[in-house]
């Protein structure tokens, strides 16, 4: 069993930045694939970034593709979510996912609201 947990959520105005951060349990965390989704209130959940094991490969959604960088720190078994030029549209509950072999790990999701 892995432990997803999430941080760093909360209000920001149109054009700021946040930085969320996603902690994971187990002694193989630089073997696991992790992931950042996000839903919006009547949405279905979306992939918005995720990254390789060993950071070698990341991938973006469009909508996020040159203001959102994910990275990850393998000795502190941890994952973050770099957001900047933030709008309205990316207001949603955040989550992150670890990917363990064939099993996958969900964190509990922490807010994020961009309005003036």
């Known amino acids: 069993q892995v432990q997803v947990v999430e941080s760093g959520g909360g209000l920001v105005q149109p054009g700021g930045s946040l930085r969320l951060s996603c902690a994971a349990s187990g002694s193989t965390f630089s073997t696991y694939s992790m992931s950042w989704y996000r839903q919006a209130p009547g949405k279905e959940r979306e992939l918005v970034a995720s990254?390789?094991?060993?950071?070698?490969?990341?991938d973006y959604a469009e909508s996020v593709k040159g203001r959102f960088t994910i990275s990850r720190d393998n000795a502190k078994n941890t994952v973050y979510l770099q957001m900047n030029s933030l709008k309205p549209e990316d207001t949603a509950v955040y989550y992150c996912?670890?990917?363990?072999?064939?099993?996958?790990?969900w964190g509990q999701g922490t807010q994020v609201t961009v309005s003036p």
């Open positions: 990254i390789t094991g060993f950071g070698g490969r990341t």
């Open positions: 996912k670890a990917k363990r072999q064939f099993y996958d790990y």
